[in-house]
């Protein structure tokens, strides 16, 4: 269905159900995909890690340039722990130093939850960086294998976030 042009209004006009309909709730019924229309990716990992056979979800909405997504991969027995943790995210950004508001949880089997901040690699790729603490101040530290702890068979990394997309 297309867009519908809605019918001109005059003064003393009693708008009806039937006029209702067809010019309004006809045109935000199109209208509803553009807003809400979720589209499934792959999340994926890289910088010495990769999924092997890691069970992956994805979601992204894209409005304009804006894109909205979180994803989630669960080691599998040959998901690889490497050298620095990269995950993917599913439209290339602007630029590789495109501003990116997100939050990302990583967790573990046993209830160790850690939180991890971006930094962005390239357009479609950022560094997980792990928060440290030294004294009164917050610092960051490389993603690996054993830091912030030693990844295992089955632990989770989700993350999601925003930013903005190379192309509309």
Do not use: H
């Not at 999340?43 to 056979?53: A, I, Q, R, W």
């Not at 991969?73 to 998901?79: D, L, N, P, S, V």
């Amino acid at each position: 269905m297309a867009f519908i042009t809605p019918t001109n209004v005059a003064t003393g006009d009693v708008l009806t159900a039937t006029r209702y309909n067809a010019d309004t709730v006809a045109n935000m019924t199109e209208m509803a995909p553009f807003f809400g229309t979720w589209t499934s990716w792959t999340p994926t990992l890289s910088g010495g890690f990769s999924n092997g056979n890691a069970t992956t979800v994805g979601r992204y909405l894209k409005v304009g340039k804006m894109v909205f997504y979180w994803g989630a991969i669960t080691f599998g027995t040959t998901t690889v722990k490497g050298a620095i943790m990269k995950l993917s995210v599913p439209v290339p950004a602007t630029s590789a130093i495109a501003a990116c508001a997100l939050t990302s949880i990583f967790g573990s089997p046993d209830g160790t939850q850690t939180l991890f901040t971006p930094l962005q690699d390239t357009v479609s790729i950022f560094e997980a960086v792990t928060l440290t603490s030294s004294g009164a101040y917050t610092g960051s530290a490389q993603t690996t294998a054993t830091v912030p702890y030693t990844w295992r068979t089955a632990d989770v990394v989700r993350y999601g976030g925003t930013y903005e997309a190379a192309s509309a």
